[in-house]
């Protein structure tokens, strides 16, 4: 038998404190989200603390407070923040938050066991890059909406506005361009001391109702480009690895590396984030803009952009597909077009919507919190599911779109 205390959500606590009664073991103390948890645990006397692996319970002072009095702490991780959050204070007993309870009675009562449940993942996102040429042919919009719906597919996923030239992200999404974010990223890489901790400190949460999506925004002026240097870039997206399933960068138009021309050998390349994101994803969707311009642009950027990356998979995504610009049958007319001038063979056509992508950008939102019916996040949902995510997770991600659609409400009148 112990001594147990708990600091735990109410509904963990609940199921928690019937089934270890149950067990023998006795309840010290039961602490409140408004109660100071040291000066709980020093006014009792319990044996084992059971608390949440969140930042905002488990702390360092906390477990100096049970070291101090011989307390030994258990932690139950939910997220991945709080397995980190653990990790970086260097506890041992830690379990997932859905642990059954004849795993938790075993740990508390001290029994060598198996930690099967015992969170500590290791895992190497993949990383994508999307790049477009010069006349804004929605890389972003193609980022954010591919980053969210990955996201609503279960996965953790980390959106990375590495533009040095005109970095939108952050108003984009409503969020404070003024913020730590990847410039922060970059030093921390520098200096080598960007932790799994300190990418969470300086993210910015973006709400994906079934995952989690965290962002690193860009810099909100265009003359601090010099903070972020090749060997910066990829080891923040090294660390970024460890940090999320998918890697999502929003990359800068130039591929040109001409600054050696001009400048001395070791000064710093303003398009040297873009390149550096480029060489080190897994795969590059490339984005064009569906119309006579957008499409010669794209045609011309297209095999620089192939002898930069060598031999990693090049997905060609045209944009704002619509007959007005095109003619009839836009979308034969653009795969005609990519297919005879650039060998480009199956892209993916997104339709133009200027009236959800309007709506989106007049919320601070993705697509699919405000037109969740458009037809361009149709388009990315069928992209993400036939062509970037796993095939059993794409098909789960599938069925999922198809019940939030059917439970869909149906208005009278």
């Not at 101090?68 to 007993?93: E, K, P, Q």
């Not at 922060?184 to 890489?189: E, S, V």
């Not at 062509?387 to 869909?408: D, F, T, W």
């Amino acid at each position: 038998m112990a001594d147990l205390a708990f600091f735990l959500d109410r509904d963990d606590e609940d199921r928690l404190v019937a089934a270890l009664v149950e067990r023998g073991h006795r309840v010290e103390v039961r602490i409140g989200p408004l109660t100071d948890p040291v000066l709980a645990v020093s006014g009792a006397t319990p044996d084992v603390l059971l608390v949440s692996a969140e930042p905002d319970r488990l702390s360092h002072a906390l477990l100096a407070g049970c070291d101090a009095r011989g307390i030994r702490v258990i932690a139950f991780a939910a997220s991945d923040t709080a397995r980190r959050n653990a990790a970086a204070l260097g506890l041992f007993d830690v379990l997932d938050a859905g642990a059954s309870i004849d795993a938790i009675d075993d740990v508390v009562r001290g029994r060598a066991v198996e930690f099967a449940a015992v969170s500590r993942p290791q895992r190497s996102g993949v990383v994508l890059a999307v790049w477009g040429p010069a006349g804004a042919p929605g890389r972003t919009t193609v980022a954010i909406n591919l980053a969210t719906e990955i996201a609503a597919a279960g996965r953790t996923v980390a959106l990375i506005d590495a533009d040095t030239h005109s970095a939108s992200i952050a108003p984009v999404l409503g969020m404070l361009d003024e913020a730590p974010g990847f410039a922060a990223a970059c030093r921390l890489a520098g200096q080598n001391g960007l932790s799994l901790a300190e990418l969470d400190r300086i993210r910015q949460p973006y709400s994906v109702p079934g995952g989690t999506l965290s962002v690193l925004t860009g810099i909100p002026r265009a003359s601090r480009w010099p903070e972020i240097s090749t060997e910066r870039v990829r080891r923040t997206i090294d660390a970024c690895r460890d940090w999320a399933d998918y890697v999502v960068l929003d990359t800068g138009f130039s591929l040109e590396n001409d600054e050696e021309i001009s400048s001395d050998l070791f000064a710093p390349r303003r398009n040297a984030a873009t390149l550096a994101a480029l060489q080190a994803a897994d795969r590059v969707l490339a984005v064009g803009a569906a119309d006579p311009i957008g499409l010669a642009r794209y045609l011309r950027a297209y095999p620089d952009l192939l002898e930069l990356i060598d031999d990693r998979p090049v997905l060609s995504v045209v944009n704002k597909v619509r007959a007005s610009v095109v003619g009839l049958n836009p979308h034969g007319q653009v795969r005609a077009t990519l297919q005879r001038f650039g060998g480009i063979q199956d892209p993916v056509l997104i339709p133009a919507d200027d009236k959800g992508t309007d709506a989106a950008l007049l919320a601070g939102r993705a697509l699919r919190d405000v037109s969740p019916r458009s037809p361009a996040l149709s388009a990315i949902s069928r992209l993400v599911a036939d062509r970037v995510l796993p095939p059993v997770v794409a098909a789960a991600g599938r069925k999922a779109l198809r019940r939030r659609h059917v439970a869909r409400p149906v208005r009278a009148g």
